[in-house]
């Protein structure tokens, strides 16, 4: 194999190694939430250190590789993917330890009701698997998952936009329950964040493997 290819498959082994902290950071948010759990939610912040470790370590090596190879083509659009794809990934890492910051507050389990009606616990599903198919996607070059998983997105958009009048619904009836609210809101906002970000890296996958640019292509504002 030549020095440039394996020099490629390090940097994509390094990347997947910080995909799987980083879903393992959403994961145990998810779990924080349903089970109620402080504790679970502090795990997140310590997950961060080792991901802030990696997104330095993966940036210090795409330098070292333009300073080496000098990529063209299809190599240089890898490297590319994988420096923008680590910066969403870091920034997913964020929103996670944003999703355990709000959780931490929270004085026992969510209203099941609150829950229910705005979906947050299917939003929250919604966007686990989206980050885990989009890791596929990325592993087995599959630019039509890609694709898939930007019209995706849209599910968690119309959940977020609803979520502010549900919320605000609930509350009139039920007004000793605001920090709830506030924290749930808090919250959908933050897995919104991850289905862009999510997209974000789709748009890099068919970038790369296509050389075909969508950012703000196609991203009209949906309608109700």
């Known amino acids: 194999m030549p020095p440039i290819d394996i020099e490629l498959e390090k940097l994509k082994i390094k990347l997947t190694e910080m995909w799987d902290l980083v879903g393992l950071q959403l994961q145990t948010g998810y779990e924080a939430m349903v089970a109620a759990d402080p504790e679970l939610a502090g795990e997140i912040k310590k997950l961060g250190k080792k991901v802030n470790h990696y997104d330095l370590k993966i940036d210090r090596m ?63 599903e919604e966007a686990l698997k989206m980050f885990n198919d989009c890791q596929r996607a990325f592993a087995d070059n599959d630019t039509a998952l890609a694709r898939e998983l930007i019209r995706r997105d849209k599910v968690l958009n119309r959940i977020f936009r609803k979520s502010d009048n549900i919320v605000l619904s609930f509350l009139e009836d039920a007004p000793e329950k605001t920090k709830q609210g506030f924290i749930l809101l808090s919250i959908i906002r933050k897995l919104e964040r991850v289905g862009d970000q999510v997209s974000n890296i789709s748009e890099e996958i068919i970038f790369y493997r296509e050389a075909k640019v969508l950012k703000h292509k196609g991203k009209k504002k949906e309608k109700e």
């Open 62 to 124: 795409c330098e070292n590789f333009f300073a080496l190879f000098t990529p063209v083509a299809v190599d240089l659009r890898t490297v590319l993917a994988i420096l923008k794809i680590n910066a969403n990934l870091e920034r997913i890492g964020d929103t996670a330890e944003g999703i355990a910051f709000f959780l931490k507050k929270q004085d026992g389990p969510l209203d099941p009701a609150l829950l229910e009606k705005t979906q947050a616990i299917f939003m929250y």
